[in-house]
């Protein structure tokens, strides 16, 4: 990822964040931000087309029962936010897939998206992610996000 792909990721996955659910990103400069969260979700997809490549996010479950919430129009503490939390985050990443890759490349080409794949990650599989060196970093209610995109 060069460092216009990287700028590009981070303004773009915020605008999405911003209008999709109402929620606000700031980049995290300078030193990783901590997290006391123990449970991470972590959804990757892939494109092909004129470039190929992944694009994945990770971040505190918390984060995501937010995300589901403002999608869904309750309150974080409702069920169904608990619940829908791994599809909002899938459903995030997909639109945020979609609006990079005409960022970067424009509306004429066509690509051919997976259908994001969405696990769950203890604290390990998330400190393992913060390692990576090909990542950016944004901070949501104080909470770190991680991205990451590959092009090859």
């Known amino acids: 990822m060069t460092d216009e792909m ?3 990721l981070v303004e773009v996955v915020s605008e999405v964040m911003e209008q999709q659910a109402f929620m606000f990103a700031d980049v995290c400069d300078g030193e990783e931000p901590e997290t006391e969260a123990e449970t991470f979700l972590h959804t990757r997809m892939k494109f092909e087309g004129p470039s190929c490549g992944g694009l994945s996010v990770a971040a505190p479950k ?5 995300l589901a919430a403002n999608l869904l129009g309750v309150e974080p503490d409702d069920d169904i936010a608990e619940e829908d939390s791994r599809d909002a985050l899938g459903e995030f990443l997909n639109v945020a897939c979609g609006q ?3 960022a ?3 509306a004429g080409p066509v690509f051919k998206l997976s259908i994001p ?3 769950a990650l203890d604290r390990t599989g ?3 992610l913060t390692r990576d060196e090909g990542r950016a970093m944004l901070l949501v209610d104080d909470a770190p996000v991680l991205l990451k995109l590959s092009v090859t």
């Open 6 to 8: 990287a700028v590009t």
């Open 62 to 66: 918390g984060v995501c029962v937010e």
């Open 126 to 128: 998330w400190e393992a």
């Open 100 to 102: 990079l890759l005409t």
């Open 117 to 119: 794949k969405v696990e």
């Open 104 to 106: 970067l490349y424009g």
